[in-house]
């Protein structure tokens, strides 16, 4: 009886690494791949790409919680086309950034925010788009540093604390998102999508950024810290502190239901503009680019045109 259950547990806790993609740490040669820039921060090494006129008003798009950079494909350079400076990045523990052992909780990523646009010489006020977990972070960065920021746009942000099951346990929750939630991240990514469009160059996009070491710490810390981090109090602090707040939604919504949106509403005031999209999924910056993109340049131009 002895042996079977030996061998069970040693199955058991073998999985992790069976499972897991990452063959070794992100270094040089794997930094050869990507285009792009990179600049060392005080917590590691960040991958950005800067798009546009060194004199157009400054935008920094943020991504989600798992897909880096790439998801801004279809409108940071049609955005930097129309004469604005784009400025798109991967937040610690995705894409080519570092993946520091840090807690990933919102202090992590507006350091990283802050400490990118400082080195960057980004000094003056920039417009802030966030999509999904993005649009929380953007939120938080605007409460914490307003004077940087002319403008929020929020796509489908994340807005309440997320429930993640056992996941959220010590120990055990880290072991199960290792063999029952990790391994099929890629795929999960699809359910973002109403018409699942270039299946095949999005999973294999994303197992890129899961080869290096540190990748599956960072998304389960994440989900541990940040995501159990109430944004409420930064989305109410865009009203308190009077940005202007463009918030796009799509109906189809699956991860953050577009029914969360008249509660982000309420938090924001009076005077936030809404856009919502019908037969728009989560991924909505991607699969309806055009309108978002205009959304967005229509918004901006408008504030300029209000300035003295």
């Given at each position: 009886m002895l042996l079977p259950l030996l061998i069970v547990?040693?199955?058991?806790?073998?999985?992790?690494?069976?499972?897991?993609?990452?063959?070794?740490?992100?270094?040089?040669?794997?930094?050869?791949?990507?285009?792009?820039?990179?600049?060392?921060?005080?917590?590691?090494?960040?991958?950005?790409?800067?798009?546009?006129?060194?004199?157009?008003?400054?935008?920094?798009?943020?991504?989600?919680?798992?897909v880096p950079h790439y998801t801004w494909t279809r409108n940071a350079e049609p955005v930097a086309s129309q004469g604005y400076q784009v400025l798109t990045f991967d937040l610690f523990g995705r894409g080519y950034s570092?993946?520091?052992?840090?807690?990933?909780?919102?202090?992590?990523?507006?350091?990283?925010?802050?400490?990118?646009?400082?080195?960057?010489?980004?000094?003056?006020?920039?417009?802030?788009?966030?999509?999904?977990?993005?649009?929380?972070?953007?939120?938080?960065?605007?409460?914490?540093?307003?004077?940087?920021?002319?403008?929020?746009?929020?796509?489908a942000p994340f807005n309440q604390p997320v429930e993640i099951g056992p996941i959220a346990w010590p120990l055990l929750g880290d072991y199960l998102a290792r063999v029952a939630y990790l391994p099929t991240l890629a795929e999960q990514q699809l359910g973002d999508f109403v018409e699942q469009e270039n299946r095949d160059y999005w999973i294999k996009r994303f197992h890129q950024q899961m080869r290096y070491d540190g990748f599956e710490d960072a998304i389960i810390a994440t989900a541990q810290h940040f995501l159990q981090q109430d944004p409420g109090p930064d989305i109410q602090a865009l009203a308190r502190h009077e940005k202007p707040t463009l918030l796009i939604w799509g109906e189809q919504d699956s991860v953050f239901p577009f029914n969360q949106a008249p509660l982000v509403l309420s938090e924001l005031g009076e005077g936030t503009?809404?856009?919502?999209?019908?037969?728009?999924?989560?991924?909505?910056?991607?699969?309806?680019?055009?309108?978002?993109?205009?959304?967005?340049?229509?918004?901006?131009?408008?504030?300029?045109?209000?300035l003295p």
């Open positions: 547990l040693a199955i058991a806790l073998a999985l992790p690494a069976i499972l897991s993609l990452e063959t070794g740490p992100l270094g040089d040669d794997a930094r050869k791949e990507a285009t792009g820039q990179f600049v060392t921060l005080s917590q590691g090494t960040t991958h950005y790409l800067l798009q546009g006129p060194e004199t157009g008003a400054t935008v920094v798009m943020v991504h989600g919680f798992a570092d993946r520091p052992d840090l807690p990933y909780d919102r202090a992590t990523f507006v350091s990283q925010l802050h400490e990118l646009l400082m080195a960057l010489d980004l000094s003056t006020p920039v417009h802030l788009v966030g999509v999904s977990m993005g649009g929380g972070i953007v939120a938080a960065y605007a409460a914490d540093h307003p004077n940087h920021v002319t403008s929020v746009t929020l796509l503009r809404f856009l919502p999209l019908a037969n728009t999924g989560h991924a909505l910056h991607y699969q309806r680019a055009e309108e978002v993109n205009l959304a967005m340049l229509t918004f901006w131009a408008e504030l300029a045109d209000q």
